[in-house]
Protein backbone atom coordinates (compact mmCIF):
# COMPACT_ATOMS: atom_id res chain seq x y z
CA UNK A 1 0.00 0.00 0.00
CA UNK A 2 0.90 3.46 -0.89
CA UNK A 3 2.29 6.33 1.67
CA UNK A 4 -1.21 7.24 3.52
CA UNK A 5 0.09 10.98 3.81
CA UNK A 6 0.55 11.29 0.38
CA UNK A 7 -2.96 9.15 -0.66
CA UNK A 8 -4.88 11.75 1.38
CA UNK A 9 -3.26 14.65 -0.36
CA UNK A 10 -3.62 13.04 -3.84
CA UNK A 11 -7.63 12.79 -2.49
CA UNK A 12 -7.73 16.33 -1.42
CA UNK A 13 -6.13 17.55 -4.75
CA UNK A 14 -8.43 15.23 -7.13
CA UNK A 15 -11.98 16.50 -5.52
CA UNK A 16 -10.40 20.36 -5.74
CA UNK A 17 -9.47 20.55 -9.06
CA UNK A 18 -11.77 23.76 -9.73
CA UNK A 19 -14.15 22.53 -12.12
CA UNK A 20 -17.39 20.18 -11.90
CA UNK A 21 -16.44 18.01 -14.89
CA UNK A 22 -12.56 17.43 -13.21
CA UNK A 23 -13.64 17.23 -9.68
CA UNK A 24 -15.80 14.12 -10.63
CA UNK A 25 -13.56 12.90 -12.83
CA UNK A 26 -10.48 13.01 -10.70
CA UNK A 27 -12.22 12.28 -7.47
CA UNK A 28 -14.49 9.48 -8.99
CA UNK A 29 -11.24 7.48 -10.00
CA UNK A 30 -9.60 7.75 -7.06
CA UNK A 31 -12.09 7.31 -5.03
CA UNK A 32 -13.01 3.40 -7.36
CA UNK A 33 -9.38 3.05 -7.65
CA UNK A 34 -7.01 4.01 -4.85
CA UNK A 35 -7.25 1.07 -2.35
CA UNK A 36 -5.69 -1.31 -5.06
CA UNK A 37 -2.92 1.46 -6.18
CA UNK A 38 0.66 0.83 -5.12
CA UNK A 39 3.43 3.27 -5.36
CA UNK A 40 3.77 3.20 -9.31
CA UNK A 41 0.23 3.71 -9.38
CA UNK A 42 0.54 6.71 -7.37
CA UNK A 43 3.17 8.25 -8.34
CA UNK A 44 1.39 7.85 -11.96
CA UNK A 45 -1.66 9.31 -10.48
CA UNK A 46 0.38 12.42 -8.29
CA UNK A 47 1.67 13.26 -11.87
CA UNK A 48 -1.43 13.47 -13.46
CA UNK A 49 -2.71 15.60 -10.88
CA UNK A 50 0.01 17.85 -11.90
CA UNK A 51 -1.22 18.56 -15.35
CA UNK A 52 -3.93 21.24 -16.68
CA UNK A 53 -7.57 20.16 -16.36
CA UNK A 54 -8.23 20.68 -19.87
CA UNK A 55 -5.82 18.58 -20.78
CA UNK A 56 -6.64 15.50 -18.48
CA UNK A 57 -10.53 16.06 -19.72
CA UNK A 58 -9.20 15.61 -22.94
CA UNK A 59 -6.81 12.58 -22.83
CA UNK A 60 -9.81 10.63 -20.79
CA UNK A 61 -12.80 12.06 -23.50
CA UNK A 62 -10.70 11.06 -26.06
CA UNK A 63 -10.62 14.48 -27.72
CA UNK A 64 -6.41 14.55 -27.57
CA UNK A 65 -4.03 11.47 -27.75
CA UNK A 66 -2.64 10.64 -24.57
CA UNK A 67 0.99 11.42 -23.81
CA UNK A 68 3.13 8.42 -23.64
CA UNK A 69 4.09 9.00 -19.81
CA UNK A 70 0.19 8.33 -19.25
CA UNK A 71 -0.99 6.00 -21.72
CA UNK A 72 -1.57 2.69 -20.51
CA UNK A 73 -3.79 0.73 -17.89
CA UNK A 74 -4.88 3.33 -15.72
CA UNK A 75 -5.62 5.81 -18.20
CA UNK A 76 -7.47 2.89 -19.80
CA UNK A 77 -9.32 2.68 -16.74
CA UNK A 78 -9.87 6.30 -16.30
CA UNK A 79 -11.67 6.42 -20.05
CA UNK A 80 -14.32 4.37 -19.17
CA UNK A 81 -15.86 7.13 -16.77
CA UNK A 82 -17.91 4.34 -15.25
CA UNK A 83 -16.80 5.41 -11.62
CA UNK A 84 -18.81 9.02 -12.06
CA UNK A 85 -21.28 9.29 -10.02
CA UNK A 86 -23.08 12.77 -9.63
CA UNK A 87 -25.27 13.03 -6.64
CA UNK A 88 -28.77 14.11 -7.41
Same mark, same amino acid.
Given at each position: /?????? /?????FR +??? %?GT %???????????? %????????????? #?????? @??? $?? &???? $? #?? +? @?? $????????? /??? /?????? $?? &?? %?
Amino acid at each position: /MADAYR /MNRAKFR +SWH %RGT %READYTMGGFFD %RYHASWGEAELAW #FEALLD @EED $VD &ILAW $V #FG +S @EA $VPERFAGEL /MEL /MQRLDY $VE &IP %R
